[in-house]
């Protein structure tokens, strides 16, 4: 592995410091800065050395984005976009204002390019076949797992962990209402997708016998589509009652720490917990008091 994330500790921070922390930095510096910081997230994504030099408009860095991630829409888009917002705030042929949606627009694509490292490890690792990495990234900003399991979902559309993941976090990144469109919106395709695999029973007939699998299928809903409509219900309730357990990094970052980080028993866990390790590095912890009530959540969702 070329990149080390070790070696980028103290330029990240400060990146993330000047364009996050800082509320009387101006929206020129914060992009600026957000573009000099998505450069080293293209050094993570291509595992590039530091004596590597990086621009986001470079032909040769484009072309090996476009290798490395099957040219996925979501990067190809991002790099182009941050490249023409970050001109703006860089060349002085610009001497207009930069407004706060400038900044938000930034941040959404710098975000698009922190999912795109999670497709990328997910097209290698089939996501849900790990439960300790399913639970680990439930661990992120609800729209950072929204934006790779939207993703995802185009093109594993029968992942029936997948479609359960992206409806609930639809209602913690946005909306009851949003979560509930989506599921509608694919009513006939869910009414026709089973809630378990054909596999799922045998290997459950195998090691508890065909009654107990018998069980499992008598008592499932009768769809996929039954089935997010019940999830959505339930987590729901819990929101209402609760709030969000976490909206950001910085909520997130405490629990991170704490079950955050894999064994490195295996190059899956490896790759994984690098990849963690990258999006949370800079990101200061804030004090959350509803991690203390975390038995009332379901954080895997």
């Given at each position: 592995m070329n990149f080390k994330n070790q070696a980028y500790e103290d330029l990240v921070r400060d990146l993330i410091n000047d364009a996050f922390y800082i509320d009387s930095r101006s929206n020129r510096g914060k992009i600026s800065t957000i573009r000099q910081y998505?450069?080293?997230?293209?050094?993570?994504?291509?595992?590039?050395?530091?004596?590597?030099?990086?621009?986001?408009?470079?032909?040769?860095?484009i072309k090996k984005l476009k290798i490395v991630s099957s040219n996925n829409k979501l990067l190809m888009k991002a790099v182009k976009k941050l490249q023409e917002i970050g001109n703006k705030c860089t060349h002085t042929q610009n001497p207009y204002p930069i407004s706060e949606e400038n900044v938000s627009d930034a941040i959404n694509e710098l975000f698009n390019l922190y999912a795109s490292i999670f497709v990328i490890y997910f097209q290698k690792y089939k996501f849900g076949s790990n439960n300790e990495v399913t639970s680990a990234f439930s661990i992120l900003p609800p729209i950072i797992r929204y934006i790779v399991l939207d993703n995802l979902y185009k093109d594993d559309k029968k992942n029936l962990l997948i479609i359960d993941k992206l409806s609930l976090v639809l209602l913690k990144a946005f909306d009851k209402e949003s979560a509930l469109k989506w599921v509608e919106d694919r009513k006939d395709e869910l009414s026709n997708t089973l809630p378990y695999t054909q596999e799922?029973?045998?290997?459950?007939?195998?090691?508890?016998?065909?009654?107990?699998?018998?069980?499992v299928v008598a008592n499932a809903p009768e769809s996929m589509y039954n089935?997010?409509?019940?999830?959505?219900?339930?987590?729901?309730?819990?929101?209402?009652?609760?709030?969000?357990?976490?909206?950001?990094?910085?909520?997130?970052?405490?629990l991170y720490i704490e079950k955050g980080i894999l064994s490195n028993d295996s190059q899956e866990h490896r790759d994984f917990n690098s990849i963690m390790e990258f999006v949370y590095l800079g990101r200061k912890a804030e004090e959350n008091e509803k991690l203390e009530n975390l038995h009332l959540y379901n954080i895997t969702v």
């Amino acid at each position: 592995m070329n990149f080390k994330n070790q070696a980028y500790e103290d330029l990240v921070r400060d990146l993330i410091n000047d364009a996050f922390y800082i509320d009387s930095r101006s929206n020129r510096g914060k992009i600026s800065t957000i573009r000099q910081y998505a450069e080293v997230v293209i050094r993570k994504l291509l595992d590039l050395p530091n004596n590597k030099k990086v621009t986001l408009g470079d032909y040769e860095i484009i072309k090996k984005l476009k290798i490395v991630s099957s040219n996925n829409k979501l990067l190809m888009k991002a790099v182009k976009k941050l490249q023409e917002i970050g001109n703006k705030c860089t060349h002085t042929q610009n001497p207009y204002p930069i407004s706060e949606e400038n900044v938000s627009d930034a941040i959404n694509e710098l975000f698009n390019l922190y999912a795109s490292i999670f497709v990328i490890y997910f097209q290698k690792y089939k996501f849900g076949s790990n439960n300790e990495v399913t639970s680990a990234f439930s661990i992120l900003p609800p729209i950072i797992r929204y934006i790779v399991l939207d993703n995802l979902y185009k093109d594993d559309k029968k992942n029936l962990l997948i479609i359960d993941k992206l409806s609930l976090v639809l209602l913690k990144a946005f909306d009851k209402e949003s979560a509930l469109k989506w599921v509608e919106d694919r009513k006939d395709e869910l009414s026709n997708t089973l809630p378990y695999t054909q596999e799922g029973i045998t290997e459950i007939e195998s090691s508890h016998r065909k009654l107990c699998a018998d069980a499992v299928v008598a008592n499932a809903p009768e769809s996929m589509y039954n089935l997010c409509l019940e999830r959505l219900e339930e987590v729901s309730s819990i929101i209402d009652k609760q709030g969000l357990l976490y909206n950001n990094f910085e909520q997130a970052k405490p629990l991170y720490i704490e079950k955050g980080i894999l064994s490195n028993d295996s190059q899956e866990h490896r790759d994984f917990n690098s990849i963690m390790e990258f999006v949370y590095l800079g990101r200061k912890a804030e004090e959350n008091e509803k991690l203390e009530n975390l038995h009332l959540y379901n954080i895997t969702v």
